[in-house]
């Protein structure tokens, strides 16, 4: 049945007087596919064309006094076909706060103003002062996925106020994180009052905007156990590649408070680091996830030519990395800095 519908036998019989017929009870049917489409674009396969003959329009030959002239481009894969583009891609730089225990940090753009924004800050506070750049920023995270055990919250759509099931005092203070609905896609807000008698209420930062039902709720951890925070920022795609956001955390509170643009330039830098929110020196092991895929559990203390070879040998689509420098931050905390090299597609975040 995989070869799907086959042609129809033919038979002929070499006794005189007797006929062969061969019928066909049930086309056959595969559930195989062939989808062909093309490679990612090429710079040096891209090609730029006008339209000779049609005025404003042969730009690459001529023009008009005092008028515009248009040309197009096409954009083509490594074997010269054609790509259909989606649309702009988004500029996404990744801010990351270590071991801060307080204050706050200094975020800049080039020719632009810069904004100070306290070491928590949530999800809209970050979205609201970066729009101050430019319009059409926006702010997510990978952080706040750890599930509140046994709590749930009785969420309404348009409200600003959670009623959890249970006490939250245990997981959550004002300041802290609270995702609701689902540990990847649900919104994430800060908590901004909590009552301390029942039902517990909860003031959320803005409106939660899901639907009204009773819902799932994450956090950091323990309470007080936020190692550090996460703002993944979007920019509007019209506003093409836009030069790096720079920090400074010389405000923060904490021995090694630290902040930092882990990522820009769509992935192909990225960071990892392992952290602790105690005194012990760090141990054990962790494990890398990328479109789906998983490595094995890699220890603490691995070096960066192992953590190289985890990538290359766990990650289909991520075919060369160069790990650029290997940081001892100290109990046994470490951090890669890395170049994705070679990858299919469009690079995505190493969590």
Avoid at 19 to 40: E, I, K, N, Y
Avoid at 82 to 97: F, H, M, Y
Avoid at 175 to 194: K, Q
């Amino acid at each position: 049945r995989n070869y799907g519908n086959l042609p129809q036998f033919g038979a002929s019989s070499q006794s005189a007087g007797v006929g062969v017929t061969v019928t066909t009870q049930l086309d056959g049917w595969s559930p195989f596919r062939v989808l062909v489409a093309p490679d990612v674009a090429s710079p040096q396969h891209t090609t730029a064309f006008d339209s000779p003959g049609v005025q404003h329009y042969e730009g690459l030959h001529t023009g008009v006094y005092q008028s515009t002239a248009h040309f197009s481009i096409q954009a083509r894969d490594q074997f010269s076909n054609r790509v259909a583009s989606s649309g702009p891609i988004s500029d996404v730089q990744i801010i990351e706060l270590t071991s801060a225990t307080g204050g706050q940090f200094q975020i800049s753009m080039k020719d632009k103003l810069s904004v100070f924004v306290p070491f928590n800050a949530g999800i809209a506070g970050v979205e609201k002062e970066l729009g101050y750049f430019l319009p059409g920023v926006r702010v997510s995270t990978n952080s706040v996925k750890k599930p509140v055990a046994g709590k749930t919250a009785s969420v309404t759509n348009g409200l600003n106020y959670i009623t959890p099931s249970h006490d939250l005092s245990d997981s959550f203070e004002v300041g802290s994180w609270i995702r609701i609905g689902d540990s990847v896609a649900g919104p994430v807000f800060t908590v901004v009052e909590m009552a301390s008698n029942a039902p517990f209420t909860v003031k959320l930062s803005s409106a939660y905007m899901g639907p009204t039902n009773t819902a799932a709720i994450f956090g950091h951890g323990l309470l007080g156990g936020a190692a550090g925070y996460q703002w993944i920022v979007e920019f509007d795609p019209n506003h093409g590649d836009l030069p790096h956001l720079t920090v400074n955390g010389d405000l923060l509170a904490g021995s090694s408070a630290a902040v930092a643009v882990t990522s820009c330039d769509w992935f192909a830098y990225q960071s990892i680091q392992t952290e602790t929110s105690g005194t012990e020196s760090l141990g054990g092991t962790f494990y890398l996830s990328y479109k789906g895929e998983s490595t094995s559990d890699l220890a603490a203390s691995i070096s960066g030519s192992d953590l190289k070879q985890a990538i290359e040998d766990s990650f289909g689509s991520i075919h060369a990395v160069t790990v650029l420098d290997e940081v001892d931050l100290g109990l046994g905390r470490k951090r890669w800095d890395m170049f994705l090299d070679s990858f299919d597609g469009t690079a995505e975040l190493l969590f």
